[in-house]
């Protein structure tokens, strides 16, 4: 039972003011690494360099002349295309003192160990949406509309939109990223997902 005013309070009586910690650390947020799905991994080989060497042919345009019978042509001359990756490595570590580890509350190895699992599933989808957005770079017939960086600037996922997008797939003979179902992969933004959800528009996506 207190009495007003108190002869006595926290400013005198510094063991009221101990901090207590909860030992269940709180779960922190975590975004969606989801680029990496949508790529195929290819495996470089131990002791084979540094670089990553990419080769395809440019496809033949179609031969509508006819031949002069009795007369040989001209032989076909075919052109490749490379492109080439330089392998690097991406490393982090973090160390700890024999003190903090004896005295921390939490399994500090453990938890800063998924920390950094996530860090590299973060690296990973980075860069694979980075090579996506430069992929005119290597073919500069690629239509770059929108970067996935881009923050300033939005294109409203539609109907309209996504037939475009896949028809855009298809007219340039891309293949699809499922052969068995003929289907291609994307990535959409929560926000992007939630206009479609929110559109009850006549023919939009989930009418």
Do not use: W
Not at 35 to 45: G, H, I, N, Y
Not at 65 to 76: D, F, K, L, P, R
Not at 112 to 129: F, H, I, T
């Amino acid at each position: 039972m207190a009495f007003s005013p108190s002869s006595n309070s926290q400013s005198n009586l510094p063991q009221s003011t101990v901090r207590y910690y909860d030992k269940k650390f709180r779960e922190n947020l975590k975004a969606q690494t989801p680029f990496v799905a949508c790529s195929e991994r290819l495996d470089l080989p131990m002791k084979s360099g540094n670089q990553y060497e990419l080769f395809m042919y440019v496809p033949l345009a179609a031969n509508t002349t006819q031949t002069t019978e009795g007369t040989v042509g001209s032989g076909i001359s075919v052109n490749v295309l490379t492109t080439t990756s330089t392998i690097g490595e991406y490393a982090d570590y973090a160390n700890f003192s024999s003190l903090s580890l004896a005295t921390a509350i939490d399994n500090t190895v453990e938890n800063v160990a998924r920390e950094l699992a996530y860090r590299l599933g973060e690296s990973l989808s980075g860069l694979v949406r980075a090579t996506a957005d430069g992929a005119n770079a290597v073919d500069s017939s690629v239509l770059v509309e929108l970067g996935a960086t881009s923050l300033t600037a939005f294109t409203t996922l539609s109907l309209n939109q996504i037939r475009n997008s896949v028809q855009s797939l298809a007219g340039r003979s891309v293949r699809p990223f499922d052969e068995g179902s003929k289907t291609f992969a994307g990535v959409i933004h929560p926000f992007a997902l939630g206009d479609v959800l929110a559109d009850n528009s006549n023919d939009s996506p989930t009418s």
